[in-house]
């Protein structure tokens, strides 16, 4: 009977079968409790699979940022506000191309900047050569931070205002969100040589703009 039953096992038991993890049905199964424990990936899933309320919990979460990213180009909560509802809107048309490869933060950073850009009325760019403008020693970790606490708020928005596009965006980006120069290449798109200069282009700008 011993031999009958593991001669039974092993002619049931194949080595090509595989244990198989069933996944919580992120469609219809979830409470709204539950939605917001998940993850962002997670989320983006529940919302592609036709939860509305798993993009309103990432609307939640992100809804500060984004707006915070938008006054800062605009400078008043009427134009930032709306600014926040657009990118919002354009996130969830185009969630399904979210691919992951970065958080969903920076990726709302990306649409952010994009839409922020396209609103604001282009100023013309300063072109003074670099040399000529006042040194700030890129050295110090937190000069641009003390240089800009140091003016009047209304004057440095006014001042931000007038940068070029690329290098009003880094300004934003490094200075009030405290990105490294490694996301905000990620988020603009270039290199982080590239937002290494901008950066440091815009703070003599700015240096020249308020003195």
């Known amino acids: 009977m011993a031999a009958d039953s593991s001669r039974i096992l092993s002619n049931t038991i194949r080595p090509e079968w595989t244990l198989r993890v069933v996944q919580p049905d992120l469609g219809t199964s979830l409470s709204i409790?539950?939605?917001s424990e998940l993850d962002e990936s997670q989320l983006v899933a529940a919302c592609l699979a036709g939860r509305r309320e798993a993009f309103d919990i990432i609307v939640e979460r992100h809804r500060r940022t984004v707006y915070q990213l938008?006054?800062?180009f605009v400078g008043n909560h009427e134009d930032a506000s709306d600014l926040s509802q657009d990118v919002f809107v354009r996130a969830y048309k185009g969630l399904s191309r979210?691919?992951?490869q970065s958080s969903l933060g920076?990726?709302?950073y990306r649409i952010g900047v994009n839409v922020c850009l396209n609103r604001v009325t282009a100023k013309r760019p300063v072109t003074e050569p670099i040399d000529a403008?006042?040194?700030l020693d890129e050295r110090a970790p937190n000069?641009?931070?003390e240089f800009l606490k140091g003016e009047r708020a209304s004057e440095v928005r006014a001042a931000i205002s007038q940068l070029p596009r690329k290098q009003r965006a880094t300004v934003i980006l490094r200075v009030y969100h405290e990105l490294s120069h490694e996301e905000i290449a990620g988020i603009l798109?270039?290199?982080v040589g590239a937002v290494k200069a901008n950066f440091f282009h815009a703070l003599g700008n700015?240096?020249?703009l308020l003195t």
């Open 106 to 108: 920076t990726w709302l």
């Open 98 to 100: 979210f691919r992951g």
């Open 70 to 72: 938008c006054y800062r």
């Open 206 to 208: 700015l240096k020249r």
């Open 133 to 135: 403008r006042p040194h």
């Open 189 to 191: 798109g270039s290199s």
């Open 33 to 35: 409790e539950a939605l």
């Open 143 to 145: 000069a641009a931070d």
